[in-house]
């Protein structure tokens, strides 16, 4: 199967000491950051590029373009707008977006994939399927390679999806506990990519922030205790140089 690493908008904001949000993360920023990801591992590098820094079609055209200069092996469009009063770019405008990424890429002669995000389920719309049913198979005409709708949670929705736009294929994100949800639940369903999104992050940084409150709170030490033994991290990095 396909293997890729994912960098995330949070895992930049968190490190950056700021919220996870569509504005959070400087353009510059993403993309040295990208660069830096790719630069230091032999696996593909999926993009999570936001809303491509731009409204208009231009605009996004232009920053995909810089976002495959980092070498990056794929990257999201998502049609979400950061702004309360409308948390969704207008239909049209949201697929426009879209063709005008997949134009870039063309334009690059790279076999850079694009995931096409609809994120109508993270913004609180009221019937977020319908959303998601009426604008994935749009982004996929428009020239998404992979389809995504964020915090899609119940199987019977997230088969409502993969049918709604196959043969494309469909990524899933679970990036907390779920007893209904598993790798092989998820390719029962005809899913084909599972993201963990801030997951693995949030397990660390949980970890850390309860070591660390024990530790102000008790002046205990105990909380060390599910720490990795140096020998297995080094192990990590060993393999990696």
């Known amino acids: ?19 996870d949000t569509v504005s959070s993360v400087p353009r510059d920023v993403m993309l040295a950051h990208i660069r830096d990801v790719v630069e ?25 373009a810089l976002c495959i200069a980092t070498g990056a092996a794929g990257l999201s469009i998502e049609d979400g707008t950061g702004r309360s009063t409308m948390p969704l770019y207008e239909a049209r405008l949201a697929t ?4 005008a990424a997949r134009a870039a890429i063309d ?9 096409g995000r609809c994120e109508a389920y993270l913004v609180g719309e009221q019937n977020p399927l319908r959303v998601a049913l009426d604008r994935l198979p749009a982004y996929a005409e428009a020239g998404a390679d992979c389809l995504y709708a964020p915090d899609v949670k119940e199987p019977d929705e997230i088969s409502a999806i993969v049918k709604a736009v196959a043969p494309k294929p469909v990524n899933v994100l679970v990036s907390a506990p779920s007893k209904v949800l598993s ?8 899913v084909r990519r599972v993201s963990v999104g801030s997951g693995l992050a949030r397990v660390a ?7 660390a409150r024990s530790l102000a709170e008790t002046g205990s030490f105990d909380a ?16 990696r140089a």
């Open 40 to 64: 230091a591992t032999p696996l593909p590098v999926n993009a999570d590029f936001l809303a491509g820094y731009a409204d208009e079609p231009e605009g996004v055209a232009a920053n995909v």
């Open 1 to 19: 199967g396909f293997k890729a690493l994912a960098t995330t908008s949070a895992g930049v904001a968190f490190s950056r000491g700021a919220p």
């Open 183 to 190: 790798v092989s639940r998820l390719a029962d369903l005809g």
């Open 107 to 115: 334009a690059s002669g790279l076999p850079v994939v694009l995931t």
């Open 96 to 99: 426009d977006r879209i063709r």
């Open 224 to 239: 060390f205790a599910d720490a990795a033994p140096f020998s297995e991290l080094n192990g990590v990095f060993a393999r």
């Open 205 to 211: 940084w949980g970890a850390f922030l309860r070591a």
